[in-house]
């Protein structure tokens, strides 16, 4: 049980860091083209804030999940594995 409880855990941590990971890649891929079209410094400024805002935001709530999930590793996947069982 321990086993399957690891696995779990560490494909879920493996899952939101990829998806961390392509979230800043668009979000830095968009910012750059907005950036090259920009009409005025003011506006620049403005869109570099919010992109760094939203990376912010986004990291934020990743680790935010991942403790959620270290801190109640054993709870959230033992239900887990006992509903996989009953499907």
């Known amino acids: 049980m321990e086993k399957k409880i690891?696995?779990?855990?560490?494909?879920?941590?493996?899952?939101?860091?990829?998806s961390m990971s392509i979230l800043w890649c668009v979000i830095l891929f968009v910012l750059k083209q907005v950036l090259s079209i920009s009409p005025s410094a003011?506006?620049?400024?403005?869109?570099?804030c919010a992109g760094v805002s939203v990376l912010a935001a986004l990291t934020a709530t990743s680790f935010a999940l991942i403790m959620h999930l270290k801190k109640n590793k054993v709870l959230l996947y033992t239900e887990e594995i006992e509903n996989m069982g009953k499907l």
């Open 6 to 18: 690891n696995s779990l855990y560490t494909n879920d941590n493996l899952i939101v860091l990829a």
């Open 42 to 48: 003011g506006f620049s400024c403005a869109a570099t």
